[in-house]
Each structure stands twice: as C-alpha cells, then as structure tokens.
C-alpha cells in the first residue's frame, strides 16, 4: 500500500505546487482552488491502484488508502498554508487573529476538513475505481 500513497503524495504535491504557484497567485484567487486539485489527484490515484492491480481494493486496503491518502493531503495542505500565511504581506495580523479565534471552532473546521478529504478519498477509492475497473475490462 505504501506504493500508491506515495504515488498519491507524488502527484498531489506537483498539483498542490501548480495550482498554488499559478491559480492563487497568478490569478488572486482563494484556497478553495485546492479542491479540484485534490479530487483529480484522488480518482488518479485509484486509477492507477486498478491499472496495477486490475482489481478493486478490498475492504482493509481500502481503509488503508483512504485514511492515508487524508493524512497526507491534510499534511501537505497544512504545510502550504503555513506557507501561505508566512509569506502573506499581513502575516502578522493573521497569526493575531487566528489567536483570538475560538478553539472548538478551529476544531470544528478541522473536523469538516478531515470528514471532506475522507469523503472524497471513499469516493474514488469506491465509485470511480469500479467505473475504471469496468472502463479497463
């Protein structure tokens, strides 16, 4: 398993790179842009997992690539926003308000953020594995 989800961190990683270097800086727009970034880089990974294997995962395996694939990418989202905040012009007053924030709504938003990624990692790991694996027969 170790071999996809270091297939998923490789790609996720050149997509992460991309889209922040060109959508969030080149065109102002705002994080959310990270999303399509992730979606495409999950349903690429379950495609390669099927190509590989030219099967489904079973049930473990599944449970292993989707929870790790979410701690990856909640890992290396949470990087690229550190970075973002350190290299925004305004950092310090961001970092004064984050203290001033509520700590059960940091966690709340963690929470959503992590039930998200595990949405969308089950989804490809589940829908759209079987579609490549009919698409593939």
């Known amino acids: 398993m170790s071999h996809y989800l270091?297939?998923?961190?490789?790609?996720y990683s050149i997509a992460l790179?991309?889209?922040?270097?060109?959508?969030?800086?080149?065109?102002?727009l705002g994080v959310i842009?990270?999303?399509?970034g992730l979606i495409a880089c999950a349903f690429l990974s379950a495609r390669h997992f099927v190509k590989k294997e030219q099967r489904l995962p079973n049930p473990k395996e599944k449970n292993t690539l989707v929870?790790?694939?979410?701690?990856?990418a909640m890992t290396m989202g949470?990087?690229?926003?550190?970075?973002?905040?350190?290299?925004?012009?305004?950092?310090?007053?961001?970092?004064?308000?984050?203290g001033y924030a509520r700590r059960?709504?940091?966690?709340?938003?963690?929470?959503?953020a992590i039930a998200l990624h595990g949405l969308?990692?089950?989804?490809?790991?589940?829908?759209?594995a079987r579609y490549t694996l009919n698409k593939y027969k």
């Open 33 to 36: 842009t990270l999303l399509p």
């Open 104 to 112: 059960a709504r940091n966690s709340l938003l963690v929470a959503a």
């Open 6 to 11: 270091k297939y998923f961190a490789a790609v």
């Open 78 to 98: 949470f990087i690229v926003m550190s970075i973002l905040i350190f290299m925004h012009p305004r950092a310090e007053e961001i970092l004064m308000t984050m």
């Open 67 to 72: 929870w790790g694939s979410t701690i990856i």
């Open 17 to 28: 790179i991309l889209l922040v270097s060109i959508l969030i800086y080149a065109l102002k």
């Open 120 to 128: 969308i990692f089950h989804i490809a790991y589940n829908g759209y």
